[in-house]
């Protein structure tokens, strides 16, 4: 959604540029381990170590420096006007940024499920990550999270909070309507990438179907869905013949900055080989 975002504004004649760190896998890993926390997804054994968070800072304080602070830098001065920090990957970029220019202003949006209940337990992995972070975004000027109240932790004032929901983009291709012959166009594709990696076939339009879009996460419910659509067609098997009945569409992807993306993925063809599944694992 941020190309889109990015060209509008170009169109608008907003100046404005959208930066990345260089990737680091190792702290990739501390990131979405520090994800799984906060959403309440991770095994409760799992902690934000002092190791972890050492590597995390020198990350950010490597990439601040080469990329972003040095003469010229969208960040030293004379550089943006207004700085976003995205996500709690990059916070530690904010007291680099003050220390740099104290008056700039610092939006800091906060995109995922944050569990303030949690956080709220004293010497909880949620409390610990969640102490981490904010000694750093608390600079920021204002904080972005999506309108769920929950997601904002009691240390965060009042005052500074921005709600802003979680949207589809209409500024770009994704959503534009399909004639029919585009449908087909591409549902050619589809089926034939399905038969290469040996994918069940979707029969649509012959057969209805139930379709879940997101990441091979462990906070989107994948199994949670697949053990709704089997209780769903158990019901329906017994009033109609399979060809009435939906089929499930699971469609996902990973990303460079989250290593649990294939895990997941196994773990989803796992549970359709056990003997719960498996009647429906070509549905």
């Known amino acids: 959604m941020r190309h889109a975002l990015i060209r509008v504004m170009h169109l608008l004649g907003v100046d404005a540029k959208w930066y990345i760190p260089s990737p680091s896998p190792a702290v990739f890993r501390t990131t979405k381990n520090n994800h799984n926390i906060l959403q309440g997804v991770a ?70 499920e944050v569990r303030s ?7 909880s992995p949620q409390s610990e990550v969640w102490d981490y972070l904010w000694s750093r975004i608390q600079e920021a000027d204002l904080f972005i999270s999506h309108p769920v109240d929950k997601f904002v932790p009691d240390s965060v004032p009042f005052e500074t909070v921005g709600l802003l929901p979680a949207t589809t983009d209409w500024l770009d291709g994704l959503s534009k309507p399909l004639a029919d012959w585009d449908i087909q166009y591409y ?21 209805e179907y139930i379709v879940q879009v997101a990441r091979f996460d462990p906070a989107k419910g994948i199994p949670v869905v697949i053990d709704s659509f089997v209780k769903l067609r158990r019901k329906l098997d017994l009033k ?7 089929q499930l569409l699971i469609c996902g992807h990973g990303a ?18 056990t003997e719960e599944y498996a009647p429906y694992a070509s549905e």
């Open 256 to 273: 460079i900055d989250d290593p649990d993306a294939s895990i997941i993925y196994s773990e989803v063809l796992a549970l359709l080989e």
């Open 117 to 123: 209940d949690l956080i709220h337990i004293a010497g």
């Open 240 to 246: 109609l013949p399979a060809s009435q009945t939906p």
């Open 43 to 112: 095994d409760p054994s799992l902690r934000l170590t002092q190791a972890q968070q050492d590597q995390f800072t020198q990350w950010i304080t490597y990439n601040a420096q080469r990329y972003w602070l040095s003469e010229g830098g969208p960040l030293a001065p004379g550089g943006a006007d207004v700085i976003f920090i995205d996500d709690p990957q990059m916070p530690g970029l904010i007291p680099l940024i003050r220390k740099a220019r104290g008056d700039v202003p610092i939006i800091y949006r906060s995109h995922i």
């Open 187 to 207: 549902m050619g594709i589809f089926r034939t990438l399905c038969s290469e990696i040996r994918m069940s076939k979707l029969h649509w339009p012959a057969r």
